[in-house]
């Protein structure tokens, strides 16, 4: 995994537990919703780039 990827993963997860505390802060469901699935999405692309770097080995 690039250095860059892995950054830019752990900044979207970061980015949707914030978005996810501020929304359950506010009682916004939506805004609450979002911060998971931007979780979600940062999980699932690491995920893919770990798979991608155990196969180039």
Known sequence: MGV???F???TEN???KVKEGVG????????E???RGDQM???LKQ???????????
Request: hydrophobic share 25%; glycine share 8%; no cysteine.
């Open 4 to 6: 860059e990827d892995k």
């Open 33 to 35: 919703a979002e911060g």
């Open 14 to 16: 970061t980015a949707g």
């Open 47 to 57: 995920a893919g780039e770990k798979v991608k770097d155990a196969f180039k080995k």
């Open 24 to 31: 359950r802060a506010t009682d916004d469901e939506r805004l």
């Open 8 to 10: 830019n993963n752990t």
């Open 41 to 43: 999405r940062a999980n």
